[in-house]
């Protein structure tokens, strides 16, 4: 079974930077997808940035020039700048072992003066 423990998440003003961490446990296969997504108020989960094992990654149209996404052996990390208040969600760590998806259990990133 996949564990992914969070962290990095806050409070954050417009214009700032934050980045994420999320440590995973328990990941057998060889391939697999790590990354985030995020969910806003009222609104449905969406893509924010994967990586794969092989280092081929996919970003949402709203990460590209201002979110990085890089990953250890099964540590991925979000450095997110230039942050702005749409940003603001919960944001989730993501691993597709297989056919199998793991979720953390949320980080809250809020961007607000």
């Known amino acids: ?3 992914l423990v969070e962290s990095g998440g806050g ?3 417009p214009g700032g930077s934050l980045r994420l961490s999320c440590a995973a446990s328990g990941i057998t296969f060889s391939g697999y ?3 985030w ?3 806003a108020p009222g609104k ?7 990586i794969t094992s092989g280092g081929s990654t996919n970003y949402a149209d709203s990460a590209k020039g201002r979110f990085t996404i890089s990953r250890t ?11 702005n208040p749409e940003d603001t ?10 056919i199998a998806d793991w979720w953390g259990q949320g980080t809250q990133v809020t961007v607000s003066s």
């Open 44 to 50: 449905q989960r969406e893509l924010v940035i994967t």
């Open 33 to 35: 997808i790590m990354g």
């Open 73 to 83: 052996k099964n540590t991925v990390y979000l450095q997110m700048n230039s942050l």
């Open 11 to 13: 409070l954050v003003q």
């Open 37 to 39: 997504y995020r969910q």
């Open 1 to 3: 079974q996949v564990q």
């Open 89 to 98: 969600a919960i944001y989730y760590c993501y691993v597709r072992e297989g």
